[in-house]
């Protein structure tokens, strides 16, 4: 039994533009020790879904189905007071700002203390020192006298790190990882990413890390989810998803991405269009009105996702045949445009995609809520 | 080719000063954020500048701009001087020059048309002032951004984050500027908008011979952009040279960290890279460290050295220009940077 | 931070003399009775008017005039005496200090205690049907002046006419030290007339204050740590909400101690803004100089103290 498991979880949120679909049916699951990333773009649910993990989505809005079972209870069917209880102490989650996610007005110490105080049966004094050590654990020096800084004292990597000393304070099970590095500088994220993988394996903790960067996932993650509208649309092993791709879309953000690990003058090939609104999600694929392989059967059809034959571990949701697929990437590995492995596997000239429809999307919000 | 330099910069120098004092204020120090950049820039190249936040980076492009005045140092701008241009010369020279601001969201006026707000550089220039003329030439110029030209009369609320970069594009070309300066330009766009817009801009380049300073943080992504790049540390150039060069062997130290540093989108790659994390963080350019600035998390710093003696930015193996007593060889390169192995 | 305390202090004394400076030429060149004459009183004998101008240096051209006011006053804190009583004007300032500054505190402590949790429970509330009628009878109370308010409650509640006549004392201010019972029931009625716009004003601003700071990112993160809603929005919430209002807190304080003149006057209590009224109608300069002095004084250092008290509030802010 792992971990964490997620069963069809669906979080929608009633507007007065009409309902916000920013989870729509996702399933997954992390072990002890494993790390699993999920990618995906601004409002394809990737954040939602783990804040709801945590119950932060509970809002009167907010309409949430679906199973989160965590160490063997359903965190969905429990009361505040007992979500209460895993939230901070069994579960952690770390943010994308660290600068506007700490408090502004108390030490850090203080903050990390009051985490400790709030699941433990510790004196102020106790609390203080945990959190002492805490902040020596994730490298910060002089911990003692720097637990008394306040955040705007610190630098954006010291302050990511005081963040994550504060999630790790309680010894979680899991940790959640919100884009933990976006704000930060290249080589401060290098920082950041070794101190989580080390802490991960001191803590044998699971790890959730979402984020928009490839190369972060390439890097830390054992099992990527990529995210497309609410939907996760590929989930496999990390080498699996980078070298033996499925899904149009994972194909697309791979070929949109300049990258250090290709010569240089490869085309960027970017992905045309843009995420459709949540509100109004497009009919059968999601993906089909910017998907260069659609045929017209995809508009109508819903994908579910499922295990490919030859790999229960790589989950895909696409309607195109496997054999289908295969010969797509190769040719894209060949180096051939979108339009012209088209041309030559399914046979049909291309789709007309307008390059960036220009509607503008009522998307984003899912993410803010 | 000739090699023509648009803009040659010399000795550039941007400090702010700190004030402290009870009745009267006294300068204390100075943020060094710029302390001596020199830099040509050529016609019809894509020069980068690639730094940390606060190496002074977008400093160095509203100076280059003149959008703010440099302490010291000249710029001149095919030869004549501009670091002290005011009045009626600045008027001229904005026709010149061009800049793309990196958030696209809050660089636009909302209550304008997208019309409006792309030929608002001809109504302060006084081009094009016939009403039709002017209508055509900002179609024209929206087609070519990749733009709707029937949208014309549409606000920027109406417009997508990708699209909108395209607007600021758009603005920056209506006067046909000699350079345009784009200061993160992608880095507030989604992952499949970047490409679209950095596609953009790399095509626009190549067809109207523009010149291009590309300002990111992004290295992968000025890899994909630039001819030649320029890292900044703590307000001073460490490196300077052409794509080819510095991905292949970057020299100086600091720039081997930071493309050390950066993921790698291919995991058995990644999982072979000895990856160099620097400690600490970057020191205050308010009081930043003697001789040579990197010297505090360098790898390779002698002390005695590197400490003491500030190195001058000069020629190293393979043609890049670093600053650097003890640059990075080869075989450092490859076990640090594993990108370097891929063939530029 | 010393040095700033120190420099505001150097630069109250400065906006004091500018303030004294600006009162007196107002006064001078205004066209009023002789103050000689208003001093002689009944006895409106040449002689004595002379030596009484002679001893108030009015033979003298203006800015000696002021030279002499100034003197006093920075030496001896003496801000002259009454042209009417011949009273002190410090002692008649200080005797009738208790009164405002009873009214203003008294008011003050009020509208806090009604205002703010009004604001908070709107806040965390938000969009109920609670926080509808909460804001909706605040932009009454708001619209509502001082004066009417004042004559309406005494109306209801006045001892000789009212309607539910409650507050039998109200007219008959006493000090608290002489009669605490009669202190009290005498400044109910102008302390509620007085809290009722400012709580509402408090009310509608604490909940706009807290309605952001509960969307801010670190709330999240509060709610992540598992604390209790109740300590999240109490610790975390309401204590960055409320740093805003002690600067718009400082600032009402002093306004109310220079400014309580209606409220005085609805309600008959003997305090400065009183004095004031009548000094202005007799042309009494002293006493209209001592007044405005004092308050500038209270004002300026209650702004200094909000500042300072910024500082430890909030500790970004760095002077």
């Known amino acids: 039994m792992a971990l964490l498991e997620i069963t069809d979880l669906r979080v929608h949120f009633d507007t007065e533009d009409g309902v916000v679909r920013a989870v729509d049916g996702i399933s997954y699951s992390v072990d002890r020790g494993h790390t699993l990333g999920i990618v995906g773009e601004s409002g394809s649910g990737k954040s939602v879904s783990s804040q709801t993990v945590m119950g932060l989505t509970r809002a009167a809005n907010a309409r949430i189905s679906g199973e989160i079972v965590f160490d063997g209870r359903n965190l969905l069917a429990c009361s505040e007071a007992e979500l209460r209880r895993v939230r901070g102490n069994d579960i952690a989650m770390i943010f994308q700002d660290p600068l506007s996610s700490l408090h502004p007005i108390y030490t850090l110490g203080n903050q990390i203390a009051e985490a400790v105080r709030v699941h433990n049966e510790a004196s102020k004094a106790q609390a203080w020192d945990r959190a002492v050590e805490m902040l020596g654990l994730v490298g910060i020096p002089e911990p003692r006298r720097r637990a008394d800084a306040y955040p705007h004292e610190f630098s954006g990597g010291m302050r990511q790190r005081a963040m994550i000393a504060m999630a790790l304070a309680n010894n979680p099970m899991l940790l959640i990882a919100d884009e933990p590095t976006t704000a930060l500088d290249v080589t401060v994220q290098a920082q950041i990413l070794e101190l989580i993988e080390r802490l991960q394996s001191e803590f044998n903790a699971a790890v959730v890390i979402i984020t928009h960067d490839l190369g972060v996932v390439a890097e830390v993650a054992d099992e990527i989810a990529v995210m497309y509208a609410g939907r996760i649309v590929e989930r496999a092993a990390v080498d699996t998803v980078f070298y033996t791709p499925e899904h149009p879309y994972t194909w697309g953000l791979l070929g949109s991405i300049p990258r250090m690990d290709v010569p240089r003058d490869e085309e960027l090939v970017p992905i045309p269009g843009r995420p459709p609104s949540l509100i109004n999600l497009p009919g ?47 040719d894209l590995r060949a180096g051939r445009t979108p339009a012209q492995a088209r041309k030559a596997e399914i046979g049909e000239p291309p789709p007309l995609i307008e390059p960036d429809p220009e509607v503008a999307p009522v998307a984003a919000e899912g993410d803010a809520a | 080719m000739t090699k023509e330099t648009l803009l040659e910069v010399r000795g550039l120098v941007k400090h702010f000063p700190v004030t402290s004092g009870v009745i009267l204020r006294r300068q204390i120090g100075a943020v060094q954020a710029v302390d001596g950049v020199d830099l040509d820039v050529i016609k019809g190249e894509t020069l980068g500048i690639v730094g940390e936040s606060g190496c002074g980076k977008s400093t160095t492009a509203r100076l280059l701009m003149r959008l703010m ?35 696209p969201y809050s660089s636009l006026n909302p209550r304008k048309t997208i019309g409006a707000i792309i030929s608002e550089p001809y109504a302060v220039h006084g081009v094009h002032c016939a009403d039709g003329e002017r209508r055509a030439a900002v179609q024209e110029i929206m087609d070519i951004v990749g733009l709707n030209p029937e949208h014309f009369n549409r606000y920027p609320h109406e417009f997508s984050g990708g699209q909108r970069q395209r607007i600021g594009v758009a603005r920056a070309l209506a006067l046909r500027p000699k350079l345009i300066i784009a200061d993160e330009p992608v880095s507030a766009l989604d992952v499949s908008i970047q490409a679209q817009i950095l596609n953009l801009l790399r095509d626009l380049q190549r067809e109207l011979g523009l010149t291009l300073v590309f300002i990111a943080h992004d290295l992968s992504v000025v890899r994909h952009m630039c001819d030649r790049v320029a890292v900044m540390y703590l307000g001073k150039i460490v490196e300077l ?26 995991p058995r790659l990644a999982a072979t890279k000895k990856r160099q994390v620097l400690s600490g963080d970057v020191p205050s350019p308010t009081n930043p460290p003697p001789a040579c600035r990197f010297h505090t998390r360098c790898p390779k710093a002698v002390p005695g050295r590197c400490d003491t003696d500030e190195p001058q930015l000069e020629a190293k193996a393979g043609g890049n220009l670093a600053a650097c007593h003890f640059p990075l060889t080869d075989a450092e390169v490859t076990e640090r940077v594993p990108t370097a192995r891929v063939a530029s | 931070m010393l040095a700033y305390i120190l420099r505001r202090l150097l630069w109250s004394v400065f906006l004091l003399l500018v303030v004294s400076f600006l009162v007196f030429l107002i006064f001078y060149l205004l066209p009023s009775a002789d103050p000689a004459k208003i001093r002689a009183g009944r006895v409106q004998d040449p002689d004595v008017i002379a030596a009484i101008t002679r001893q108030l240096h009015l033979d003298r051209p203006w800015y000696e005039q002021y030279l002499f006011y100034l003197k006093d006053l920075v030496l001896h804190f003496d801000f002259g005496r009454s042209y009417l009583t011949n009273t002190s004007v410090r002692s008649e300032i200080f005797g009738r200090l208790p009164a405002t500054i009873s009214l203003a505190l008294g008011a003050a402590v009020i509208w806090l205690l009604v205002g703010l949790p009004i604001g908070v429970v709107s806040a965390v509330k938000r969009g109920t049907l609670w926080d509808r009628l909460a804001m909706g009878g605040a932009l009454v109370a708001i619209s509502a002046p001082v004066y009417w308010l004042g004559l309406v409650s005494i109306f209801i509640f006045s001892s000789d006419f009212g309607l539910i006549p409650i507050f039998d004392t109200n007219g008959n201010y006493t000090d608290i030290w002489n009669d605490p019972g009669q202190w009290l029931s005498s400044l109910v009625l102008p302390w509620l007339v007085l809290a009722t716009s400012f709580a509402a004003i408090y009310a509608r601003f604490m909940r706009s204050n807290l309605v952001e700071v509960l969307d801010e990112d670190y709330i999240r993160t509060a709610r992540a740590k598992g604390l209790r809603e109740r300590r999240v929005i109490f610790r975390h919430g309401v204590r960055s909400a409320i740093t805003p209002i002690v600067t718009i807190f400082g600032l009402d304080l002093g306004i109310l101690f220079g400014g309580a003149i209606l409220t005085e006057s609805v309600f008959n209590i003997p305090g400065i803004g009183r004095a004031a009224f009548s000094a202005i109608q007799k042309a009494d300069m002293p ?33």
């Open chain 3, 287 to 319: 006493i209209i100089q001592g007044t405005v002095l004092i308050g500038a004084m209270g004002i300026i250092l209650l702004n200094l103290l909000v500042d300072v008290l910024y500082a430890f509030l909030d500790p970004r802010v760095r002077y």
């Open chain 2, 69 to 103: 005045e440099p302490t010291a140092g000249s710029i001149r701008f095919q030869g004549h001087q501009i670091a002290d241009a005011r009045g009626r010369d600045l008027k001229a020279l904005r026709r010149q020059m061009q800049m793309i601001f990196q958030d």
């Open chain 2, 241 to 266: 040279a052409t794509n080819e060069q510095l991905y292949a062997h970057p020299r100086h130290p600091y720039t081997g960290a930071l493309m050390s540093a950066v993921p790698v989108s291919d």
């Open chain 1, 284 to 330: 059968g694929c999601s993906f089909h009105p910017r998907c260069p392989y659609v045929r017209d059967a995809h508009r109508r059809t819903d994908p579910p996702l499922q295990p490919m034959p030859d790999d229960p571990a790589h989950h895909v949701a696409c309607l195109l045949d496997a054999t289908v697929r295969r010969s797509i990437w190769s």
